[in-house]
T-cell receptor, first 113, second 116 residues
Framework: GNSVTQMEGPVTLSEEAFLTINCTYT??????LFWYVQYPGEGLQLLLK?????DKGSNKGFEATYRKETTSFHLEKGSVQVSDSAVYFC????????????FGPGTRLSVLP | EAGVTQFPSHSVIEKGQTVTLRCDPI?????LYWYRRVMGKEIKFLLH????????ESGMPNNRFLAERTGGTYSTLKVQPAELEDSGVYFC??????????????FGPGTRLTVL
């Protein structure tokens, strides 16, 4: 079946620190991969996505590369800000019709000034 | 353009009562999904509508949950009778194009349900 594993945190960093949130997946077929972010009091927002191997998704200084050989999609940012404090969810969309997302458990990030 | 909206934002009910959650998708989106996150665990798929038809309801936990999407616009999710383990955040999402695994799903803010 399809599943997503990610570090659960919480992760606490100082402003301008480097961020990595690991995400690995198992899937039948060739899924698309996503990172969603939930800021306090808000809904899930798409942060970035990648649809095929070696694709790099990027947005707001965040990056993640679709690594088929290691079945990973790790999220990185070179210099975090206090405003990046949120819960980050890794997700996959199977390549079969129906596109029902499978989410990881979420990683809470707190960035301190 | 308005995003996905959900109502209410919070609901607190007692065990055995009934609650109805509503989701208004982005206008023109045929696909509508319900998910829930229980006890801070992963977000789990409940069901998928294409217009007014249930495409996949394999994630519905039991027959206490009933989802409808009459007319193919907004959707409701009714829990009757509610149990303690139903507490969590219920998310709705919509997407435009059916059958494309790369199509982005846009999420609402969620409804936080607490069953006492």
């Amino acid at each position: 079946g399809n599943s997503v594993t990610q570090m659960e945190g919480p992760v606490t960093l100082s402003e301008e620190a480097f961020l990595t949130i690991n995400c690995t997946y198992t899937a039948t077929g060739y899924p698309s991969l996503f990172w969603y972010v939930q800021y306090p009091g808000e809904g899930l927002q798409l942060l970035l996505k990648a649809t095929k191997a070696d694709d790099k998704g990027s947005n707001k200084g965040f990056e993640a590369t679709y690594r088929k050989e290691t079945t990973s999609f790790h999220l990185e940012k070179g210099s975090v800000q206090v405003s990046d404090s949120a819960v980050y969810f890794c997700a996959l969309s199977p390549d079969n019709y129906g596109q029902n997302f499978v989410f990881g458990p979420g990683t809470r990030l707190s960035v301190l000034p | 353009e308005a995003g996905v909206t959900q109502f209410p934002s919070h609901s607190v009910i007692e065990k055995g009562q009934t609650v109805t959650l509503r989701c208004d998708p982005i206008s023109g989106h045929d696909n509508l999904y319900w998910y829930r996150r229980v006890m801070g665990k992963e977000i789990k798929f409940l069901l998928h509508f294409v217009k007014e038809s249930k495409q996949d309801e394999s994630g519905m936990p039991n027959n206490r949950f009933l989802a409808e999407r009459t007319g193919g616009t907004y959707s409701t999710l009714k829990v009757q009778p509610a149990e303690l383990e139903d507490s969590g955040v219920y998310f709705c999402a919509s997407s435009q194009v059916a059958g494309k695994s790369t199509d982005t799903q846009y999420f609402g803010p969620g409804t936080r349900l607490t069953v006492l």
